[in-house]
T-cell receptor
Framework: KQEVTQIPAALSVPEGENLVLNCSFT??????LQWFRQDPGKGLTSLLL?????REQTSGRLNASLDKSSGRSTLYIAASQPGDSATYLC?????????FGKGTRLSVIA | EAGVAQSPRYKIIEKRQSVAFWCNPI?????LYWYQQILGQGPKLLIQ????????DSQLPKDRFSAERLKGVDSTLKIQPAKLEDSAVYLC?????????????FGPGTRLTVT
């Protein structure tokens, strides 16, 4: 059974810092991994999708990497801003429905 | 392009009452999903449709939950009767076919409180 773990559960950083969010999964037989952002009381916004054949994806200040063999992904956020404050969720898609981690709650302090 | 639409946004009901949620996916998306997100948890898939057929409903509590997708477009999720533990956000998502390769796009969710 696929299990997804995100560390840390919560993170508070000053504005301008670069930061890394971690995601690990137990079954490496995945099709893709997706990072989402969720603002309080809102739905999920897709940030990056990495196919199993890819190593990384970039969008603006965000970079996500995937090491399928070790069951890990990282989301790197450069030059963090208060507007980045949200919960970040990773989810993996394999022979099971999309399985989510519990998320990392990020606070960027101005 | 318009996103995934859901209604209502909020609903408060008493236990043992019934409730229904509605979802309109992105135009052209064949695959539709309903998720349940309990506070502090990641979303959990309840049911997945491919057009108007059910692909996966293994985690749907079928004694009280039901869902349908008429004409392969809009979908409704119903709970009858509701229990306190059903309090959660119900998220609808859609994706292009084949669903294993394409991103899922989520609606804003319906926050259900059962008292």
């Amino acid at each position: 059974k696929q299990e997804v773990t995100q560390i840390p559960a919560a993170l508070s950083v000053p504005e301008g810092e670069n930061l890394v969010l971690n995601c690990s999964f137990t079954d490496s037989a995945i099709y893709n991994l997706q990072w989402f952002r969720q603002d309080p009381g809102k739905g999920l916004t897709s940030l990056l999708l990495i196919q199993s054949s890819q190593r990384e994806q970039t969008s603006g200040r965000l970079n996500a990497s995937l090491d399928k063999s070790s069951g890990r992904s990282t989301l790197y956020i450069a030059a963090s801003q208060p507007g980045d404050s949200a919960t970040y969720l990773c989810a993996v898609r394999g022979n099971t429905p999309l399985v989510f981690g519990k998320g990392t709650r990020l606070s960027v302090i101005a | 392009e318009a996103g995934v639409a859901q209604s209502p946004r909020y609903k408060i009901i008493e236990k043992r009452q019934s409730v229904a949620f509605w979802c309109n996916p992105i135009s052209g998306h064949a695959t539709l999903y309903w998720y349940q997100q309990i506070l502090g948890q990641g979303p959990k898939l309840l049911i997945q449709f491919q057009n108007n057929g059910v692909v996966d409903d293994s985690q749907l509590p079928k004694d009280r939950f039901s869902a349908e997708r008429l004409k392969g477009v809009d979908s409704t999720l119903k709970i009858q009767p509701a229990k306190l533990e059903d309090s959660a956000v119900y998220l609808c998502a859609s994706s292009l076919d084949p669903q294993t390769l394409y991103e899922q796009y989520f609606g804003p969710g319906t926050r259900l409180t059962v008292t």
